[in-house]
């Protein structure tokens, strides 16, 4: 029992030098990205560079303890930044003692929630976000994160709650255009796109093996923080107008107390629960996609207790919501992480950074963190998925899009809100329409098959319908009405079969269509009859007196029940379908 709540006994005592030696190394990697990604994604969120590294320490020791996944690495992402912001926003201007109370207060939030849903088991509530809405909210997400940085490359003020905004006051300020903080912004951009393809193969040039490349190309933007550092002390463009982080506290994090008033936490219960769901969504697949190469396995349920254990940490050290990042996780996977001790490993990597590296980030040019950010986030932005989703699922396309638009033009919340509500609605429209066929028997085989679809022999006296769907209260009234057109069409009919290898379940309003399809058919001198039914449902049935009304026979399968009632006309008799088709 303490194993399955506390992994790290798991893992633990297993632990040995040769696995802390490969921790440490991957730790050391990790560190080294995580530092200028922290400081970005907070300026992303709003918030003052350094409580991006306060998320980044006590809650990578609280996933290690309580997390099932060994390389998932957890700390401040761009999606949930940019929810962060929105959420904050709305009841708080940034750069006030409140905003970040919020942002606090945000973490504690969705820790809670994420915690209590783990507990509660409830981890497969994250599956009503579908892939296709997932795909556009972080599309959108990346355009929008884009756009937002764009000012501080530019140097000048914006902002925005929507794309439309955002862009109108770009425009509108361009005049006031730095030109210094554009060339050190261009330069940073430009730098950190080469280093993710030219990097690695010039090291290699120079002998470096291709894994020890790829590892230090994950050290552009550290590369790229020290060269503009060093850019402003040499020509003081401090003076000129580029916009700098200024002073960053030293020190570990504080001890930090999230808000109890009522009225806050209800006005951030929603984007909490949002940012809980999509953080989750995020480092769920992340970590199954990393276990997966490596045979091993993650617990979702335990894994929602794991990163609800990693926000209220992070809300107790003055941070802000964190979940696991897609890029450090591939890179911890990489550099050789055997268990989550690397992040804690991780964590004091950026704790010493707190305590030593702060005072050399005075000098550190916003427009390089707006870089690194812009960089990260682009490559969320998948042009793909349209086209794709449009040539093989025009609802999916539809969710994809509507989600999109909703993200760009109401922002992050109702992004996602009417994906979900879309993808729902797209969902209870499909299972009201299901999927049903007439079938007939593959000559000289004991298969049977869709009419329309494949070469089979069919009875003017027999109708065989094959249901590919559960019958629920959704799709009863359909199936009847599809049934009774079927019977309509079919003079000579005497009997019918349902197929029933497809039904997985029968609720009380599919057992009421049933019954009324029996009686319809049973006045018209028509049986009814099940074939292929599947054991679960057929107790159901049994509890109930359908099967004593039922006017037709149950069959064991559908070759038994054609070959039965076939008899019963003698022969198998010509019909307009088998001339079509020229079977006989």
Partial sequence: MLRRYFPILEWGAAYNREILTADMLAAVIVTIMLIPQSLAYALLAGLPPVVGLYASILP???YAIFGTSRTLAVGPVAVVSLMTASAAGAVAAQGTAEYLEAAITLAALSGVMLAVLGFLRLGFLANLLSHPVIAGFITASGILIA??????????????ENWPEMLGNLFANLPDTNWPTVVVGGFATAFLFWVRKGFAPLLEKFGMTKKGAGMAAK????????????????????TRGVALVGAVPQGLPPFAVPSTDMGLIAQLFVPALLISIIGFVESVSVAQTLAAKRRQRITPDQELVGLGAS????????GYPVTGGFARSVVNFDAGAQTPAAGAYTAGGIALAS????????????????ATIIVAVLSLVDLKTPGQLWRYSKGDFAAHMATIIATLLAGVEMGVIAGVLLGLLLYLWRASRPHAAVVGRVPETEHFRNVERHKVLTLPHLLSIRIDESLTYLNARWL??????????????????????AVNAIDATGLESLEAINHRLADGGIGLHLSEVKGPVMDRLNGTHFLEELNG??????????????ADDGEIAPTDHMLARGLI
């Fill in 355 to 370: 305590l030593f590296l702060t005072p050399l980030l005075f000098n550190l040019p916003i427009a390089t963190l707006a």
């Fill in 60 to 62: 990578l020791v609280a």
């Fill in 147 to 160: 756009t937002s940085q764009l000012r501080h490359l530019l140097g000048i003020s914006g902002g925005g």
């Fill in 480 to 501: 009847e009405e599809y049934v009774l057109e079927r019977v309509a069409e079919r003079p000579e009919l005497r009997h019918v079969i349902l197929m029933c290898s």
């Fill in 219 to 238: 050290a552009g933007p550290v590369i790229a923080v020290v060269l503009t550092i060093l850019a402003v002390l040499a020509f003081d463009l401090g």
């Fill in 311 to 318: 926000n209220i940490a992070s809300a107790l050290s003055g």
């Fill in 553 to 566: 026979r149950v069959f064991l399968s559908q070759d038994q029940a054609w070959s039965e009632l076939a």
